[in-house]
């Protein structure tokens, strides 16, 4: 089903008002309920669904809620009806697809034998039958098979088809009678093999036997027309129709989990694990920064090189940003990793190997006062409980908001909170 196609549901329907209908002697009640535009198809056209719901206000009252519920679900069991048959048509496409194209592979490696091995391999046994002597027996590619080889057999299989795509004769060559260096199955199966919908075969066969096998998970570019034999190429473009891209009946059905897979259970686990909305705000800020600075790479892909790249990305975008950001960006993200851990997307732990680079601003720390310094904070003019308070600072080592605090407590009336920050003020002016 077309997954940007508005699904309705039960609350996108509002009851309007009773429609009546007066006659000669009785006046008639009507449940009316409008139809979705893009529903209408599925109803004869028609606008809404009527039915009677009496002939008196009392008995409207008594029925309406139930006709109203009753015609809804007319409207939306029509909806799931065709949405099921449209999967179902999907399946069928793709099973279809599917048994094309493994037939298809198998063909492919009896014309081009030299892009498998030598010998018995997952691909291809030999055997010797009594009767027919040595035979051979080839295997359509599956995820169970090694994903090392299969990747290694897509790129000789890419390798080889391409080459026959660019050796093909132009018209003109052929009029002239010149050569073909590859016989015509080797040119038809290199064809399909060079369309989208083999190609999104690869795609999701790679992908999930990557992940099955725990292997680094492939990731591919964008499908562009120019990368697939299409014999049809300046006959659609001078009719205007769709593109081969277009007109692929086989859709990627396996896709590549990236980081924005998991974004929206992150956030819940965030929300159910921290209370602060502070700590909220700096977990989802790391989360960002390496989405937007890295791309979406696929998390179990994640290692330590690409942990460290990321603190140094960050400083040649933000050379000004401290150390301390830099270390909340690496909390954040093994915060990220856990989840990722716990879930079974990823088995490492990139963020807590990586030894945290010298890098980022350093804090500017207080520098310690000096006797010069003491004397000319002394020779201030201070107010008595001002000069009471830092002298206990000095004796005791606290801070002046602790002093106040056990001031207060013990009822000193000589001392206030309001008279805490003009002495923190005086202070600063004097160390700057």
């Not at 940007?4 to 009316?32: C, H, L, M």
Request: aromatic residues 10%; contains cysteine; glycine residues 4%.
């Amino acid at each position: 089903m077309n997954k940007n196609k508005k699904i309705y549901t039960y609350d996108d329907f509002k009851e309007r008002q009773p429609s009546i209908r007066k006659g000669i002697k009785k006046t008639a009640y009507y449940v009316e309920v409008n139809i979705p535009t893009p529903l209408r198809y599925q109803h004869k056209k028609r606008a809404t669904l009527k039915e009677s719901a009496g002939y008196s206000k009392e008995e409207d009252d008594l029925k309406k809620r139930g006709i109203f519920n009753r015609l809804v679900n007319i409207i939306l069991d029509a909806q799931e009806n065709e949405a099921n048959k449209v999967d179902q048509l999907a399946e069928r496409q793709l099973s279809d697809a599917n048994f094309r194209l493994d037939t298809h592979n198998i063909a492919l490696m009896r014309v081009f034998p030299n892009v498998i091995p030598k010998g018995n391999s997952c691909f291809r046994e030999y055997g010797n039958d009594p009767e027919k002597g040595r035979s051979r027996k080839y295997n359509e590619p599956n995820p169970t098979m090694p994903y090392k080889e299969l990747e290694a057999l897509k790129a000789k299989l890419d390798l080889v088809t391409t080459m026959v795509w660019e050796d093909e004769l132009s018209q003109e060559q052929i009029d002239s009678g010149a050569p073909r260096r590859w016989d015509n199955l080797q040119r038809l199966y290199s064809e399909t093999h060079l369309s989208p919908e083999c190609e999104t075969f690869w795609r999701d066969l790679l992908t999930k036997s990557a992940i099955e096998q725990g292997e680094e998970v492939p990731v591919f570019p964008d499908m562009k027309e120019e990368d697939f034999w299409d014999r049809d190429k300046h006959k659609r473009k001078s009719l205007g129709s769709r593109s081969i891209l277009d007109e692929n009946p086989r859709k990627r059905l396996v896709s590549t989990p990236t980081m924005s897979t998991y974004e929206d259970a992150y956030k819940e686990h965030i929300n159910l694990t921290q209370h602060r909305a502070d700590t909220r705000r700096k977990m989802l800020l790391g989360f960002t920064d390496f989405h937007t600075l890295m791309g979406d790479p696929v998390p179990s892909n994640i290692n330590m090189q690409i942990a460290l790249d990321f603190f140094y990305l960050q400083m040649e975008q933000f050379p000004e940003r401290s150390q301390k950001v830099l270390n909340n960006r690496k909390w954040a993200l093994n915060d990220f990793n856990n989840f990722c851990l716990r879930k079974g997307i990823m088995t490492t732990k990139p963020f807590k190997e990586i030894d945290m680079p010298q890098i980022g601003k350093r804090k500017k720390a207080w520098r310690p006062y000096s006797d010069t310094d003491l004397n000319k904070i002394f020779d201030l003019d201070w107010q008595p409980q001002e000069r009471l308070l830092i002298s206990m600072a000095l004796a005791t080592g606290c801070r002046l908001g602790e002093i106040a605090c056990d001031l207060l407590r013990q009822s000193f009336s000589l001392l206030a909170k309001s008279q805490v920050k003009p002495v923190l003020l005086k202070l600063e002016r004097l160390h700057q």
